[in-house]
């Protein structure tokens, strides 16, 4: 399975015109899911309470009016044409904007950052630029402002969460009101006695259906998701042509602005709290940014204007035609809808087609939800949690059980709690405007900051933009207790989990760096470290990018003995999206050849996948192969390391990689009657929770006449200590707030960083390997 390698070959054929179509038609099962449902509840929860459908037809066409514009201004103009440019090596998303920002201004919120990562491949920008200052001096003010102010960067921080935090409520909201709405349409058959008995339980029934088969993963039944999409696109734009042709061919004036401001002359408040239910229409338009990694954007492009974009037009067209000649509807919430406005002889099938788009979009905003809190957590902002590949050949595609679980809890209680459309509708409507502000604020910054733009530009584009979503989620907040309370609630509880493991993240690696041992106290020890090397591979964990971690000297002083060949591996994220393979290992000796001390780095975007233990095994040992035999010069690399500088001890890190996978010069396959020692080589779960049949392999030492004899003695050492076995060492860290800490600190430290701690997950690459290769090493914090 080398999901990587996939990647980078998708990433390759995105070119062609005949690729771009293909995967234009592939979004409308990913990305449009849910943006191209809001027909089913856009017009029910506008008409909710607030305004009352009359003879003149005025609300109906001011509401048609806002619904039109709303969807040309936002997800057209400001996505489609300008937002989809911001993209962070073709993802995209908060955080990918967060991460442009970061990376332009130097404001690294990843505390392992090192000067080196700058130099990788993805770290350029698209004019070319490398460092964060150089480039246009336009925005240098805006980087001269966010480099000295502590206080900004904590605000652009918690800014950037905020919307993450949102985005994992529209997780739980969006599935409810969606495949509520679907089920509404149930409404028309059973009288309302029994509609409500009935419309609650069978939604949660496809809702828990939904949750309980995401571990099966989409890839089985993906390719299903673009016609169900596809078909119900098709559905809503004929019947909206055959209702405007029918009932009211005038209804094409509606599409005037002057129809706005006679809605909001003649319903005045109400209509603006209408804004609310009107705002739904825009809903999953974040998923065109949000997904861009998955497609390109032409393919996005395509898509909306050419077929998403008219077929919405045509069917909230429709819808208004219809109402606007059917003036004795029941002016309530239980009739006005869409299904009143599909002709009986279709409704059925029509009915059939809306439930499965509603599982369709749902699935949409799961799996992403998924892929945002993976992200998160690969960039310290959410606690480690476990990350299953449901497919072994499309990238992108993960499970997170406990999420999972989270999700579906949530999402039934907010349908059994509300078990309506409008409050359903009034809390996904503030989430959803939440994010897009966010979004708004961040691309500010991005166009002068990044895009080296007129200051004049972001102004203008944060003023216009922010000036109509500020409107909106105005009209989503005044309905707080009725629904939109939701939203604010989960997302301060999300926010706070990922602020207090952020900060206690920030302050652990504070206290590594405060408290490592010097390198100078390493070398005074001698090659033998003053204890007996026995034979083996130590592998010890540390996050640190520089010096001695303090659980080393700890480990020394209790135990006689260490293995021939010690690494300290840090494994950690860098504020890209994607790594290349050839890109990934920074490898480093500390202090002379003979101690057989090294360095190792594995450097991981915020999309990466982290191999397994067996091929991380791999390429671990054949990155230091192949840094041995590079005869990288480090012969004074005691003198160098005896200042202790990490900047220095940075220089003297080479990057090696073996594009997408190990080199066959390092390793040969073993039979299965042999065993290549002790190593790592545990049940490991693999897709869908089965065991994979592993490969095993043997090192070999290359033969290469060029080596000295000191590289080959060196390579050698390596080789028997790798037949030997490898053994990992883990810190087990024990977190306290000092003496002295301010009742808050104690409070997050001591009881909500050190319970996520507990309750989360190992480093990805040790979550397979076998007790009897692992060691941990516990140590108290204070910090």
Same mark, same amino acid.
């Given at each position: ?28 099962? +990913? ?14 929860? #506008?008409? @909710? ?103 900004? &960067? ?19 909201? /969006? ?6 709405? #679907? ?26 259906? $939904? ?11 993906? !390719? ?96 208004? @035609? ?13 009739? *006005? ?29 799961? /799996? ?46 907010? /349908? ?76 301060? *509880? ?27 106290? $390493? ?26 971690? #303090?659980? !080393? ?56 996948? &982290? ?15 192949? !840094? ?21 001890? /940075?220089?003297? $890190? ?32 693999? *897709?869908?929770?089965? +065991? ?8 070999? $030492? ?25 053994? !990992? ?36 690459? @040790? ?17």
């Amino acid at each position: 399975m080398d999901l990587e390698a996939a990647h980078y070959d998708t990433l390759r054929k995105r070119d062609s015109w005949r690729s771009v179509l293909l995967l234009a038609y592939q979004s409308l099962g +990913v990305v449009y899911g849910d943006l191209s449902i809001s027909p089913l509840y856009v017009f029910k929860n #506008a008409f @909710a309470d607030d305004i009352e459908h009359s003879e003149g037809n005025e609300e109906i066409y001011g509401v048609l009016s806002f619904v039109f514009w709303t969807l040309t201004v936002i997800p057209l103009l400001k996505y489609v044409f300008i937002v989809l440019q911001a993209d962070d090596n073709g993802e995209g998303g908060t955080f990918a904007l967060y991460s442009l920002i970061c990376r332009h201004a130097r404001i690294g919120f990843l505390p392992s950052g090192q000067v080196i990562d700058e130099e990788l491949s993805a770290y350029k920008k698209g004019d070319g630029e490398v460092g964060p200052t150089s480039g246009s001096s336009r925005g240098s003010w805006i980087r001269a402002l966010l480099e000295k102010s502590r206080v900004l &960067q904590k605000v652009l921080l918690i800014f950037a969460l905020l919307g993450t935090c949102m985005v994992i409520g529209d997780g739980v909201l /969006t599935p409810a009101v969606s495949v509520f709405s #679907a089920v509404s349409g149930l409404e028309l058959y059973i009288s309302k006695e029994q509609h409500r008995y009935v419309e609650v339980p069978v939604a949660c029934l496809i809702l828990v259906c $939904l949750f309980a088969l995401q571990h099966y993963g989409t890839h089985r039944v993906g !390719f299903l998701f673009a016609p169900i999409v596809a078909t119900w696109l098709m559905c809503i734009s004929i019947i909206g042509v055959y209702n405007i042709a029918r009932w009211d061919p005038h209804v094409l004036r509606a599409l005037s602005p002057y129809y706005m401001y006679q809605f909001l002359k003649k319903t005045r408040r109400g209509g603006w709290m209408s804004l609310g239910g009107i705002l739904l229409c825009i809903t999953g338009s974040e998923a065109m940014y949000a997904d861009l990694g998955h497609f390109s954007q032409t393919s996005i492009k395509i898509a909306f204007s050419f077929l998403v974009y008219p077929a919405l037009v045509l069917a909230y067209m429709g819808q208004a @035609a219809y109402l606007s000649q059917h003036h004795d509807i029941e002016k309530t919430s239980y009739k *006005i809808g869409f299904y009143v406005s599909v002709p009986e002889q279709v409704r059925w099938p029509v009915f059939v087609i809306a439930v499965l788009a509603a599982v369709v979009g749902s699935q949409a905003v799961i /799996t992403g939800t998924f892929s945002i809190i993976k992200q998160c957590s690969a960039l310290e902002c959410f606690p480690r949690v476990k990350i299953v590949h449901t497919s072994s050949s499309v990238h992108g595609q993960i499970y997170i059980p406990e999420i999972n679980w989270i999700l579906m809890l949530l999402c039934l209680s907010v /349908t059994i709690g509300f078990h309506d459309t409008k409050r359903l509708g009034n809390a996904s409507g503030l989430a959803v405007i939440t994010v897009m502000l966010v979004t708004t604020c961040l691309m500010a910054i991005v166009i002068s900051l990044c895009w080296h733009k007129n200051p004049l530009f972001s102004i203008t584009f944060l003023l216009f933009f922010g000036s109509i979503e500020a409107f909106y989620f105005s009209a989503s907040l005044i309905k707080f207790l009725e629904g939109a309370w939701v939203p604010i609630a989960l997302s301060l *509880i999300f926010l706070l989990v990922m602020y207090v493991w952020h900060y206690g993240t920030l302050k652990k690696y504070e206290f590594d760096v405060q408290n490592k041992v010097s390198i100078r106290w $390493l070398l005074n020890l001698g090659p033998s470290l003053g204890i007996v090397r026995v034979r083996g591979i130590g592998l010890i964990h540390t996050e640190l990018v520089s010096g001695i971690p #303090a659980i !080393f000297s700890h480990f020394v002083t209790n135990l006689p003995a260490f293995h021939q060949v010690l690494v300290f591996l840090c494994v950690k994220s860098v504020p890209v999206p994607y790594v290349q393979p050839e890109e990934r290992f920074l490898v480093g000796r500390i202090g002379p050849k003979e101690y057989r001390l090294y360095r190792v780095i594995v450097r991981y975007g915020y999309r990466d996948i &982290q191999k397994d233990d067996l091929e991380f095994e791999k390429e671990l040992v054949s990155s230091i192969a192949e !840094f041995i035999r590079s005869g990288i010069n480090n012969s004074d690399s005691s003198t160098n390391h005896l200042n202790d500088d990490p900047e220095k001890t /940075t220089e003297k $890190l080479a990057v090696i990689g073996t594009p997408f996978g190990l080199s066959e010069e390092y390793c040969e396959a073993v039979p299965d009657n042999e065993s290549p020692g002790p190593s790592s080589n545990g049940n490991a779960v693999g *897709i869908n929770g089965l +065991v994979p049949k592993r490969k095993r392999v043997r090192f070999l $030492l290359p033969k290469s006449p060029e080596l000295d004899s000191a590289a080959r003695e060196e390579l050698r050492d390596l080789e028997e200590a790798r037949e030997a076995g490898m053994s !990992f060492i883990l810190g087990h860290s024990y977190t306290r707030a000092k003496s002295g800490s301010g009742f808050i600190k104690r409070v997050a430290i001591n009881f909500g960083y050190e319970f996520l701690r507990r309750n989360s997950r190992g480093p990805a690459y @040790a979550a397979n390997i076998p007790h009897a290769s692992t060691l941990e090493v516990g140590m108290v914090y204070h910090v």
